[in-house]
């Protein structure tokens, strides 16, 4: 167990909908990173999140956001959903942005779009 | 993101050793050497990391090649837990928050028969 906590496990939806991922990091972790895995791509890092301020901004598409909340948990945000983005979403989180700390990382969230 | 070359696939038998390669020849200076690896079904889990000198930890060893240009992670005795893919990442160790993100390739798959 990792300590980050991921909700929902598995999300089945249609094209043209809205979802709304949780993350909760670890207790005490400040920083917050989003991935996407899917299998033609791998591990795509979409965003992080530090203290609640964006710090980094990689593949991340204008339909998807997100958010780290005063207690720390972040939201990513899913809209007009499309086939492509069925996939796993993993949220990690590490104590700051930990450039040289280790990422924890959460169960993953499989969305299904059909 | 400086970047990293592993096989594609490994295989190996339980309770041998293993050992993981990984090239990256335009490591820089402040780039750490990361190991994640990624179990069926789960997100990515940190194995080890280090900078210059090689490093143990209770999971496995990393052999840092003296230019830096290489390094080689190491399963003393693999077991059927082991098989996984495994991600050799650099990651910057310079700058401040904004830098914990990690860059994962396609890794290597690894096999291990009983």
């Known amino acids: 167990d990792s300590g980050v906590t991921q909700t929902p496990k598995h999300l089945i939806t249609a094209t043209g909908q809205r979802v709304t991922l949780r993350c909760s990091p670890r207790s005490g972790d400040l920083s917050v990173y989003w991935y996407q895995q899917s299998l033609d791509q791998g591990l795509q890092f979409l965003i992080q999140y530090y203290n609640g301020e964006e710090r980094a901004k990689g593949n991340i598409l204008e339909r998807f956001s997100a958010q780290q909340f005063p207690d720390l948990h972040s939201e990513l945000n899913l809209s007009s959903l499309e086939l492509g983005d069925s996939a796993l979403y993993f949220c990690a989180s590490s104590v700051y942005g930990a450039n040289t700390g280790e990422l924890f990382f959460g169960e993953g969230s499989r969305l299904t779009v059909l | 993101d400086a970047k990293t070359t592993q096989p594609n696939s490994m295989e190996s038998n339980e309770e041998e050793p293993v050992h993981l390669p990984c090239n990256h020849s335009t490591i820089s200076g402040t780039d750490y050497i990361h190991w994640y690896r990624q179990l069926p079904s789960q997100g990515p889990e940190y194995v080890i990391h280090?900078?210059?000198s090689n490093v143990n930890n209770r999971m496995a060893s990393l052999a840092i090649a003296e230019d830096r240009k290489s390094s080689t992670l190491i399963l003393h005795r693999a077991t059927l837990r082991d098989a996984a893919v495994y991600y050799c990442?650099?990651?910057?160790?310079?700058?401040?928050?904004?830098?914990?993100?990690?860059?994962f390739g396609q890794g290597t798959i690894l096999t291990v028969h009983p």
């Open positions: 990442i650099l990651r910057d160790g310079a700058g401040g928050t904004s830098y914990g993100k990690l860059t």
């Open positions: 280090g900078l210059t």
